[in-house]
């Protein structure tokens, strides 16, 4: 059939022009690199063969694609090359990690290991976080590992418009809630802010194209007033006899966006749409007095305010950002952001992390990676096997900023923004923690949950008689102290549950029934998370050894439970009459809703009411534990977190039609106090006018300036935005929006 060789002819011609573009970008490798990219290349050509991505294309195109974003965006070399060419081989076909090594040795196989995910068999309550543990352990020991990660994710996000919808939400929150902090806290600045518009794409299409439009629309008169800004500026610049480059550079639609929400106005009032940057190609030596001298060029020629000047030359921060910031008045009193920094700072202030290597030994101080990847290490050794308290303690002590204190002896200790005097105790050492007292801060003493500031001295009191309580918990934040008092709790559950254990034999031993079996049915009976915990309610007097075995009678050496007797009404009509008629009167009034495709009714179901969605929203399901499955907004503040750690248990769901059903909807409007007619106007402009009914409304304000919140029953979102559209009309109302 000769459609189908031509076919595979052009999808051959496809692959290699990307090869080959692929090798265009690889700086100077040596002739056992090229051997290796090569072997990659052809392995992987064939172990992928069978395969095609969501789009149709062949394969292989996408780790082709991952090691070109390695080389050329992230400006890694010929190893993570061969790596992200081999990244999926060992995950989606019969190639194994033996037959790597054989080929490629040990530091390649182990990379690609690290890329490799969990085995799906792998049981764990959540999969994602498991796997994400599993990349940091192996970025501690060759940190290529997380960047080639996001070189996938990467790719993965930028082709992600062939997958169903719930597929692409699911990706978008674990990309959100872990991809882009990572990226920002490596100084992958490019990478954070591409992930972040990609996200936003997804989950709020519709304010993303409305911004991108604009930008487009007003691109021209932009252009024309950064030529107009940095024509002065270019013509003393020129005296200075440096090479330099300067050009403004548009922000990304996710700050504007940002911008627009926090700050309440619109797109057409916003100032820094773009930002002018200046970059200087100086030797290392000079850099930081030519950027003052360039500051000083600036600020001659437009008049700056003082209160924006950020110099993070001097002190770059914490991941690793070096540059000058400044604002100033620039032509027709427009605020202009200029940031001034060399070519080796903005290398860094891009690719952060990844460009680190290049620059490594030529700044002075603390290596910022190194410091970081401690605390990553610390974490590792000092987390227990749950891996989604891992991510929790991960998010908490290793995305955040870090406050800088010392030891009476002067030394320096650096822990999380937000970590409390008991943190730096067990800093210092777990039995110092275990068996702190007070803890004196510039001598002065203070609580143990006292939030450390930079600059604190800190002395601690011990005692051997102290020991951690379960009070502890709420006064630590960082992981390290999370989990020794954990365990420190742990362990006092097990040695007090000691008596109910044994209570539970000897109650055992006289019905004659196998302990073992006996004990695993009270606990699954019983919905304990552990048979400690059992124990331990036994022996503090919880629970009564006698109303446990109500239900239980022996049977065989086995504790089992008595049959229900028929005549009684079955076990699942608990629930109270009135909650009863409330469901009830709900079903009748059912919206038609399909879940995975299905009739939603074949579920027990309800709305989240963190989200409160219309018909009409973008919405998932979410299955619970205890209470079936509630239907989220998929702009929900939770959606991110449940999507990241819960992926498996988010299900498709979609509206079926459209019904007379009601649905709340919450309001915030803002505007002029125009006086006690506000609150009329408002109400009669939403039952009289527009027939809704009114759940809720609290207004209140001052100095002129009201903020409202009204919740509302609507039957679809084109009613709300009707709404919305109305009272934005209306005189002296300045906002309305939806809150979410
Ligand atoms: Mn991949």
Redesign the pocket.
């Known amino acids: 059939m000769p459609d189908v060789m031509s076919q595979q002819e052009d999808e051959k011609r496809l692959i290699q022009r990307a090869y080959r573009q692929l090798l265009r970008t690889i700086k100077n490798p040596d002739e056992q690199d090229s051997v290796n990219i090569r072997n990659a290349y052809e392995l992987a050509v064939k172990a992928h063969s069978e395969q095609r991505r969501k789009s149709g294309e062949p394969y292989i195109l996408?780790?082709i694609e991952?090691a070109r974003i390695c080389a050329e965006e992230l400006g890694l070399g010929p190893t993570a090359v061969v790596c992200a060419l081999l990244?999926?081989v060992v995950e989606d076909t019969n190639v194994t990690l033996t037959e790597l090594e054989n080929t490629f040795g040990e530091r390649i196989t182990r990379i690609v290991d690290g890329l490799t995910k969990l085995d799906s068999s792998y049981n764990a309550e959540s999969p994602q976080a498991e796997n994400f543990k599993k990349v940091l352990s192996t970025l501690v020991e060759d940190v290529r590992v997380v960047l080639i990660k996001m070189a996938?994710r990467l790719?993965?996000m930028r082709t992600l418009g062939s997958m169903p919808r719930h597929k692409q939400l699911k990706i978008a929150a674990e990309t959100s809630y872990i991809y882009a902090p990572l990226a920002h806290r490596l100084g992958l600045y490019a990478v954070k802010t591409e992930f972040q518009d990609l996200c936003m794409k997804i989950t709020d299409p519709e304010p993303y194209f409305e911004i991108a439009k604009k930008l487009q629309e007003t691109k021209k008169e932009r252009e024309r007033y950064i030529n107009e800004f940095i024509k002065p500026v270019s013509k003393q610049l020129d005296d200075f006899n440096i090479p330099y480059e300067i050009f403004g550079r548009p922000k990304s639609i996710y700050s504007i966006w940002n911008k627009i929400k926090t700050k309440q106005v619109p797109f057409e009032e916003i100032y820094d749409l773009f930002a002018v940057r200046i970059i200087l190609d100086v030797e290392k030596s000079r850099e930081k007095s030519i950027c003052w001298q360039v500051y000083s060029v600036v600020t001659d020629v437009y008049k700056p305010i003082p209160e924006r000047l950020k110099d993070w030359v001097t002190t770059p921060k914490s991941n690793g950002y070096e540059s000058l910031h400044t604002t100033v008045i620039g032509p027709g009193g427009q605020f202009v952001e200029v940031q001034i920094r060399t070519v080796r700072m903005n290398e860094i202030a891009e690719r952060g992390f990844a460009a680190h290597w290049k620059y490594k030994g030529l700044s002075d101080g603390p290596d910022v990676y190194e410091v970081w990847l401690d605390g990553v290490r610390d974490l590792l050794d000092n987390s227990n096997s749950d891996a989604l308290e891992f991510l929790s303690d991960f998010k908490t002590n290793l995305f955040n900023e870090e406050v800088y204190v010392y030891t009476p002896k002067g030394d320096m200790k650096m822990l999380p923004k937000g970590a409390t005097a008991l943190d730096f105790a067990f800093s210092i050492h777990t039995d110092i923690g275990y068996h702190c007292t007070a803890v004196k801060v510039n001598n002065r003493q203070v609580p143990l949950g006292y939030k450390l500031k930079n600059g604190d001295q800190i002395s601690v009191q011990t005692s051997k008689n102290q020991k951690p309580n379960e009070s502890w918990l709420k006064l630590v934040v960082t992981g390290k102290a999370r989990s020794k008092v954990r365990s420190a709790m742990k362990e006092e559950r097990r040695r007090q549950g000691i008596l109910g254990k044994e209570a539970l034999e000897r109650k055992f031993r006289n019905m004659k029934v196998d302990f073992d079996f006996s004990v695993e049915a009270l606990v699954k009976h019983y919905n304990y998370a552990s048979h400690v915990d059992l124990y331990y309610d036994l022996a503090t007097d919880e629970v009564q050894i006698g109303d446990l075995l109500k239900p239980f009678q022996a049977s065989n050496n086995r504790l089992v439970l008595i049959p229900p007797k028929k005549e009684e009404d079955p076990p699942q009509e608990e629930k109270p009459p009135s909650d009863r008629a409330a469901r009830k009167r709900q079903k009748a009034h059912k919206p038609k809703l399909l879940v995975g495709g299905e009739p939603a009714d074949n579920y027990s179901y309800s709305f989240a009411s963190c989200c409160n969605p219309v018909q009409g929203d973008s919405i998932f399901a979410f299955l619970t534990m205890n209470s079936g499955l509630k239907i989220h907004r998929s702009n929900c503040p939770n959606a991110t977190h449940l999507m990241a750690n819960y992926g498996y248990r988010i299900m498709k769901a979609e509206w079926g039609g459209t019904t007379n059903t009601t649905f709340v909807a919450d309001l915030k409007i803002t505007g002029i106090d125009a006086g006690p007619g506000m609150i009329q106007r408002l109400s009669h402009e939403i039952s009289t006018n527009l027939g809704l009914n009114i759940r809720a409304f609290n207004i209140g304000g001052d100095a002129g300036y009201f903020e409202g919140r009204i919740s509302l029953l609507v039957q679809n979102t084109d009613q709300l935005n009707q709404v919305i559209r109305t009272l934005k009309n209306l005189d002296n109302v300045s906002t309305v929006s939806r809150i979410d």
């Open positions: 996408h780790p991952v990244h999926d996938d790719h993965n």
